[in-house]
Structure formats: structure tokens, C-alpha cells
């Protein structure tokens, strides 16, 4: 079974993360969207531009898909943020891949707006 993985800000659910992840539901039984965090210590890390929390955006995502999609806190960032750069050759960043990974069995494929993290989880 393939699992597809969305990686994304979401800070807010807009309409064009509905529709891309209406569109990646007909494609596999298994999405995984996963809102990315940013975390200092314990602490997750807001700002004007990045206004809501995980749980919130959790919750904006539940209230349109209900439980059709998986959503995980795997795509987190722990400060200090430059330790992840480059993306290819940083050791954090292979780190992150695995986390993202995680519960993933059989084929998988990403679906991202960043080259980067698309080259690190093929």
C-alpha cells in the first residue's frame, strides 16, 4: 500500500491545502500530512507570520477530514534551526527524514513545495 506524505507550513489550512490534499486522498488509502514545527526546547515557536500552534492547525485539518488523513508532529525542527543546513549533508536533516519515515511501511512518495526535503525523502 502507498503512503503519501505532505509536508507542509498550513499556518493556516487554506483552500489550496484542502484541495491538494483532496486530490492526494484519490490518489493512496494512506496520507500523511504533517504540519511543520519549529521547537525551542519544549516550546513550539509562533510568530506574526506563523501565528498557530501545532494543535490548532491540527484542529483546522480534523474539522474538514475528519480522520480520513493521519496527521503527526514528525516534521519538527529543533533549534538551533542552522544545525539542519545543508539539507543534504547535514546529519539533523537525515534525522528528520527517519522521524518523518516513522510508522511507514511499503511505498511512499512526498509531496512538497521544497527541492530539498523532496531529494532527502525519495
Excluded: C
Excluded at 28 to 55: D, R, Y
Amino acid at each position: 500500500m502507498t503512503t503519501i506524505l505532505y509536508l507542509a507550513h498550513l499556518n493556516p489550512l487554506t483552500n489550496a491545502h484542502i484541495e491538494i490534499i483532496n486530490q492526494l486522498k484519490k490518489e493512496a488509502k494512506i496520507v500523511k500530512v504533517m504540519p511543520v514545527i519549529f521547537k525551542l526546547g519544549q516550546k513550539e515557536v509562533t510568530s506574526k507570520s506563523f501565528p498557530f500552534n501545532f494543535e490548532i492547525r491540527k484542529k483546522m485539518i480534523e474539522s474538514v477530514f475528519g480522520d480520513s488523513v493521519l496527521i503527526t508532529e514528525d516534521y519538527t525542527f529543533d533549534a538551533p534551526f542552522k544545525k539542519y543546513l545543508p539539507p543534504l549533508l547535514s546529519l539533523k536533516s537525515w534525522k528528520l527524514r527517519k522521524k518523518i519515515l516513522t510508522g511507514v511501511k511499503g511505498d511512499y512518495y512526498s509531496y512538497t513545495g521544497d527541492k530539498a526535503e523532496g531529494y532527502m525523502l525519495k
